[in-house]
């Protein structure tokens, strides 16, 4: 590094000595060239105006007075061009840089609460999963109980109407068969007591006669009944 450092001495003063010889319309593009050779080298401006003034001292012109001190401070100022450029350059580009920066922070944040938020609703729809899947078996379980329960009161309900209807069945029977016990003997006991009368006046024979005729009539439509009864 010191070596070329060195070396841009050397071509600085080459160059600032040729530009002085060819007048006030020289070219400045040699300084250019020493300039952006500088900013290669990563040299600051405070090292190419060491530079300078060695080359300054070393062409002995730090007292002339045909306008070399002049000239040679715009070859200086012309030569740093490239340095200040380079340094706008990287202003530009920190500041450029620093808003990256402060953007990708804020991207940052903004990612960190989106997943934030998404994990909160992961979370949520986990529990939301979980919550319907037990709400699905326990409304299973309840379906089949509410089916068995169905089942059991449609069994207790044909139980009921088959014990109903043997109950009413019996009762039918019972009562036919009471009633037509009861005006059986009815009967026999009114054609006893038309023998017995058989003697006596003969409007007892016909009063007795028609209570027969009542009571034939009455166990025909017990009976009636309690085959209606019994069918119903």
């Known amino acids: 590094m010191k070596q070329k450092l060195i070396g841009l001495s050397q071509r600085y003063v080459t160059a600032?000595?040729?530009?002085?010889?060819?007048?006030?319309?020289?070219?400045?593009?040699?300084?250019?060239?020493?300039?952006?050779?500088?900013?290669?080298?990563?040299?600051?401006?405070?090292?190419?105006?060491?530079?300078?003034?060695?080359?300054?001292?070393?062409?002995?012109?730090?007292?002339?007075?045909?306008?070399?001190?002049?000239?040679?401070?715009?070859?200086?100022?012309?030569?740093?061009?490239?340095?200040?450029?380079?340094?706008?350059?990287?202003?530009?580009?920190?500041?450029?840089?620093?808003?990256?920066?402060?953007?990708?922070?804020?991207?940052?944040?903004?990612?960190?609460?989106?997943?934030?938020?998404?994990?909160?609703?992961?979370?949520r729809r986990k529990t939301v999963e979980a919550a319907l899947k037990k709400s699905g078996v326990h409304y299973t379980r309840l379906l089949k109980d509410s089916l068995q329960l169905q089942e059991g009161l449609r069994q207790l309900t044909h139980q009921v109407l088959v014990a109903q209807e043997d109950e009413r069945k019996k009762i039918s029977h019972e009562l036919q068969d009471g009633i037509a016990q009861t005006l059986l003997g009815i009967n026999v006991r009114l054609l006893a007591l038309k023998k017995e009368a058989w003697l006596n006046t003969k409007g007892l024979k016909n009063e007795i006669a028609t209570t027969q005729r009542l009571v034939v009539k009455s166990a025909r439509s017990v009976r009636r009944v309690a085959r209606e009864f019994g069918h119903s």
């Open 16 to 123: 600032l000595r040729k530009h002085l010889k060819q007048g006030p319309r020289a070219s400045l593009q040699p300084a250019v060239r020493v300039g952006r050779r500088a900013v290669a080298l990563g040299m600051e401006t405070l090292e190419l105006a060491r530079i300078h003034e060695r080359a300054i001292t070393a062409l002995e012109i730090s007292n002339s007075k045909n306008g070399f001190i002049k000239r040679a401070e715009i070859f200086f100022t012309e030569a740093l061009t490239p340095i200040v450029e380079t340094h706008r350059a990287a202003r530009q580009s920190k500041i450029h840089l620093l808003r990256l920066n402060e953007t990708l922070n804020l991207r940052s944040v903004e990612l960190a609460a989106t997943n934030r938020q998404l994990k909160c609703g992961i979370v």
